[in-house]
């Protein structure tokens, strides 16, 4: 049996590395936000000759410097008619005039309708809410978890050490965006926020099931030592949160090398975040639980204290004693 719960400064250490990493990446350079978090300009496209698929479509914008577009094959709920919807960085008359006459060139008369701006507050919103989305999924995750262990003493406990694993999982995926933006120029789109979401989920259930095993093993009594059952607990599920894991990235894996440019960007912030959460689970969330059991945040507190705040010396009849 690996005895996990040994090691877990080394977690932290490698943890606080790869954070570190993406948070001095988002200082100095940000994220690489894609149309989707930026102001730009709208337009659906009709064909009436012909059918052009949505990669014959951004050939023809690459070669008026649009082809980092986003395209939408979507049809027309009044007319039946088939339509495209198109988004590019904010253009001006004669930049629409030129797109135009471009898909005239090359699939037949088209037909614009709808050219609309989208301005910078409206992209703002996106981005608002958007964390307004995770705030609120974060929220009702840490009041499940604490009702649900509500029969274990001190049950915030594993509410909270989930959610810390939720944020170090997040931080890690923004991070590696954050570098991979500057280092390959990969965007942050809508799809993005998605994954965001979607990876709170595939996270916390990992969690919770390393979670699950240890309240099994405090009621039925497997040691009187906390990191004991801890460290029992993670070696029992550990098996089937690989296997979880490894399956899940084979699937990923195929969809990211032949899903397409549409849904990469998903799926590879999909991959980041199922590492990332089966690494929390164990090394992470778990490991939290015993250093919180056993003071170790409350004597760093008093250490960190002690550093800044310094007690006054004693005074005794108006004199320094």
């Given at each position: 049996?690996?005895n996990?719960?040994?090691?877990?400064?080394?977690?932290?250490?490698?943890?606080?590395?790869?954070?570190?990493?993406?948070?001095?990446?988002?200082?100095?350079?940000?994220?690489?936000?894609?149309?989707?978090?930026a102001?730009?300009?709208?337009?659906?496209?009709?064909?009436?000759?012909?059918?052009?698929?949505?990669?014959q479509?951004?050939?023809?914008?690459?070669?008026?410097?649009?082809?980092?577009?986003?395209?939408?094959?979507?049809?027309?709920?009044?007319?039946?008619?088939?339509?495209?919807?198109?988004?590019?960085?904010?253009?001006?008359?004669?930049?629409?005039?030129?797109?135009?006459?471009?898909?005239?060139?090359?699939?037949?008369?088209?037909?614009?309708?709808?050219?609309?701006?989208?301005?910078?507050?409206?992209?703002?919103?996106?981005?608002?809410?958007?964390?307004?989305?995770?705030?609120?999924?974060?929220?009702?995750?840490?009041?499940?978890?604490?009702?649900?262990?509500?029969?274990?003493?001190?049950?915030?406990?594993?509410?909270?050490?989930?959610?810390?694993?939720?944020?170090?999982?997040?931080?890690?995926?923004?991070?590696?965006?954050?570098?991979?933006?500057?280092?390959?120029?990969?965007?942050?789109?809508?799809?993005?926020?998605?994954?965001?979401?979607?990876?709170l989920?595939?996270?916390?259930?990992?969690?919770?099931?390393?979670?699950d095993?240890?309240?099994?093993?405090?009621?039925?009594?497997v040691?009187?030592?906390?990191?004991?059952?801890?460290?029992?607990?993670?070696?029992?599920?550990?098996?089937?949160?690989?296997?979880?894991?490894?399956?899940?990235?084979?699937?990923?894996?195929?969809?990211?090398?032949?899903?397409?440019?549409?849904?990469?960007?998903?799926?590879?912030?999909?991959?980041?975040?199922?590492?990332?959460?089966?690494?929390?689970?164990?090394?992470?969330?778990?490991?939290?639980?015993?250093?919180?059991?056993?003071?170790?945040?409350?004597?760093?507190?008093?250490?960190?204290k002690?550093?800044?705040?310094?007690?006054?010396?004693?005074?005794?009849?108006?004199?320094?004693?």
């Amino acid at each position: 049996m690996f005895n996990f719960v040994k090691k877990r400064k080394w977690y932290f250490a490698i943890s606080g590395i790869v954070l570190l990493a993406g948070i001095v990446s988002l200082s100095v350079n940000g994220l690489n936000l894609g149309l989707d978090f930026a102001p730009g300009s709208t337009m659906d496209v009709y064909f009436t000759q012909s059918n052009p698929t949505e990669t014959q479509l951004r050939v023809e914008l690459d070669t008026v410097g649009h082809g980092d577009a986003k395209i939408q094959h979507a049809v027309d709920s009044s007319t039946g008619d088939d339509y495209y919807y198109i988004r590019t960085r904010e253009i001006d008359l004669s930049e629409k005039n030129a797109i135009e006459d471009t898909l005239e060139t090359a699939f037949g008369p088209a037909d614009i309708k709808n050219f609309e701006y989208i301005s910078p507050e409206v992209a703002a919103e996106v981005v608002r809410n958007a964390g307004y989305a995770v705030l609120a999924a974060v929220v009702g995750i840490l009041l499940y978890i604490t009702w649900a262990f509500r029969k274990l003493p001190k049950p915030f406990h594993y509410g909270v050490c989930a959610i810390i694993a939720l944020f170090h999982d997040m931080l890690v995926m923004i991070g590696v965006f954050s570098i991979l933006g500057w280092l390959a120029n990969i965007e942050v789109n809508s799809m993005f926020i998605i994954a965001a979401l979607t990876i709170l989920g595939y996270s916390v259930n990992d969690t919770i099931v390393v979670f699950d095993r240890i309240r099994e093993n405090l009621l039925r009594g497997v040691s009187k030592d906390f990191a004991t059952t801890v460290n029992i607990s993670i070696n029992e599920s550990l098996g089937r949160s690989v296997a979880t894991s490894i399956t899940t990235l084979l699937v990923l894996l195929a969809l990211y090398l032949f899903g397409g440019a549409t849904i990469s960007t998903f799926i590879l912030a999909l991959i980041i975040g199922v590492i990332s959460g089966t690494y929390s689970s164990i090394c992470i969330a778990s490991q939290m639980l015993v250093s919180w059991e056993e003071g170790t945040f409350g004597r760093m507190y008093r250490k960190i204290k002690g550093l800044f705040i310094r007690e006054a010396p004693a005074v005794i009849g108006g004199e320094d004693r």
